[in-house]
């Protein structure tokens, strides 16, 4: 099992000082047990901000990237299956984040935490969350698969679809995502495990393990959806031959929808099993052991009192996200085709200041944990400046190749054109707010990181309802309303998916802007965890639950 002795021999502190018992408070006062320097070059919490900003964030983007590459597989191996499948997936992604968003709060909680107690060197406070953390969101999983397991044809029947979408999309994304909700335990146990190592400081470890997922989601794709018959990748590797000698063996012809769903399910799972692996039996990341797991009241508390509002703020992003679908589904296949296809491409564009969003809120954490809230800032300012930039490079790109990039995803499939010229136009338009993305993906993971997660909550609130939901409603839809009284009538503007497109580039314009506003007022200063609540590295403390403010 990882123990103390482990996590603090011949590695790096989580920081990355050469000396666990230099400067224990992380205030720079202490000095080191030997003559040896520290090595401040990539630390968290003290030296240069560049380079652990860096070593933070390419891994994540990496991560997020093989993220967005099991979808863009699915997409890619579904395009060739029908435009319809395609679709089928851009509903239910909406509806299984909805129920993803309950447990995926706390599980943010649960970095938050230990991201600040490892700045304040408190390793085993930091081994304790982890444990309670795995054990609260994985038993909440287990619920949340089973529910989502008999909510999904209900839920997909309340959308007020188009006759042609009902029919031949909707069936689909049911079969879709019970198959996904059967397997949301394994997927949940990678998303924990990434989380708090990222709230520890390594993200590179999360990244390695991803890898070896996303290669077995890729090799089991299109095996899982096509079997032996029409399989694309046969047909790349110009073995039909091989092909058509499989399918007179076994039969086998795929599973569809349901099989790229499975691909995603057994490739979570290994994912999940080496994640907890690397937790119980090596040196890497918190010090975790069986002793952690049983449900602490007190611990629970605190993930709780973090995690409720994340969890509001990504269920009413879900919310807003179905919403949005809702009103997608209004409009005919293609249409509804390119908004899936066009998210899936944004969701690339997302990755780098995603990337950023989530170094920040372990640097925020860590360094508010070692008292330096100065630091803190100074680096929320150096992310945010650098993913505007980035962001705007990858805008122009966008602009640039956006047909290209998206005629690839579909094959010579019925509603093809029309989809692509759609989807086009989407990424596109959408290119207005790349900048404002970058921006404020820093700034949401700032709060997120010195535990202000209510402030988050609203700003996200406002990106998505107001940014996103009014003025899709407004720009896209034809619609008026007198007001009583004084008889001035509002009239939406009908312009259609033009209006749809536009509605969608707002959101993160008007994110960006109050989040800095917000952000400038410093009140965000104060770290959540007491000094009280924390050991030294190596100290033997005992188990009790250690207690943290509330969110001011």
């Known amino acids: ?79 060739r299956l029908s435009a319809e499948a395609v679709g089928a997936i851009s509903l239910a992604f909406p509806l299984i984040f909805l129920l993803i968003a309950i447990a995926g709060g706390f599980t943010t909680a649960g970095a938050i935490l230990v991201a600040q107690y490892t700045g304040a060197k408190g390793n085993r406070s930091a081994g304790l969350v982890a444990g309670q953390t795995l054990s609260f969101v994985g038993l909440l999983s287990v619920f949340i698969g089973i529910a989502g ?27 879709y995502m019970e198959v996904i909700f059967l397997g949301i335990p394994l997927m949940f146990g990678f998303f924990v495990f990434s989380a708090l190592m990222r709230g520890y400081g390594d993200t590179r470890t999360p990244m390695l393990v991803m890898v070896v997922s996303v290669f077995l989601n890729v090799l089991l794709d299109p095996f899982f959806i096509f079997g032996f018959a029409d399989n694309p990748l046969f047909l790349w590797l110009n073995l039909e031959g091989l092909e058509a000698a499989l399918f007179a063996w076994t039969g086998f012809s795929g599973l569809g929808i349901q099989g790229a769903a499975l691909a995603t399910i057994a490739a ?24 952690h797991l049983p449900l602490d009241r007190q611990i629970i508390e605190d993930i709780v009192r973090l995690g409720v509002p994340s969890t509001v703020e990504q269920t009413t992003s879900a919310m807003a996200m179905i919403t949005l679908t809702a009103m997608i589904v209004t409009f005919s296949p293609p249409v509804v085709a390119a908004y899936g296809l066009g998210n899936r491409l944004i969701s690339l564009v997302f990755l780098p200041a995603m990337g950023l969003g989530r170094a920040i809120d372990t640097m925020v954490g ?31 790109i966008a602009v640039a190749f956006t047909e290209p990039i998206v005629s690839v995803f579909l094959g010579d499939v019925p509603d093809a054109p029309a989809t692509i010229a759609y989807g086009v136009e989407y990424v596109r338009i959408r290119s207005v707010e790349f900048a404002f993305i970058g921006v404020s993906q820093v700034i949401l993971g700032a709060f997120r990181g010195a535990g202000n997660t209510k402030t988050a909550m609203v700003i ?93």
């Open 460 to 552: 996200s609130m406002l990106t998505l309802w107001v940014g996103r939901v009014v003025s899709v409603l407004v720009l896209a839809f034809s619609w008026s309303v007198t007001i009583p009284g004084v008889e001035i009538t509002l009239a939406a503007l009908g312009w259609g998916e033009t209006g749809v497109w536009t509605g969608m580039a707002l959101g993160n314009v008007l994110g960006a802007t109050v989040g800095v506003a917000w952000f400038t007022r410093g009140t965000w200063k104060e770290k959540y965890i007491d000094d009280a609540d924390v050991g030294d590295v190596g100290e033997e403390q005992d188990l009790e639950a250690p207690t943290a403010r509330g969110e001011d």
């Open 366 to 396: 860590q360094n508010l944990g070692a008292d330096r809230s100065d630091r803190a800032e100074r680096s929320v300012w150096l992310a945010a400046s650098t993913g505007a930039g980035v962001m705007l490079v990858v805008a122009v």
């Open 1 to 79: 099992m990882s123990d103390e002795s482990d996590a603090s021999s011949d590695q790096p502190a989580p920081d990355g000082d050469t000396d666990v018992d230099a400067d224990v408070d992380g205030n720079g006062d202490d000095a080191p047990a030997d003559p040896t320097p520290v090595d401040t070059s990539a630390s968290i919490t003290e030296g240069s901000l560049v380079r652990p900003l860096f070593r933070l964030a390419w891994p994540i983007v990496v991560i997020q990237l093989l993220q967005v590459t099991y979808n863009v597989v699915d997409t890619l191996y579904l395009g």
């Open 268 to 291: 979570r799972g290994v994912a999940t099993v080496m994640g907890l692996w690397i937790l119980f039996t090596t040196a890497s990341g918190p010090a975790v052991s069986l002793e």
């Open 149 to 175: 397991y008999f909510y999904t044809r209900p839920a997909l029947e309340l959308l007020p679809s188009d006759q042609e979408t009902a029919a031949s999309v909707i069936p689909l994304a049911a079969d």
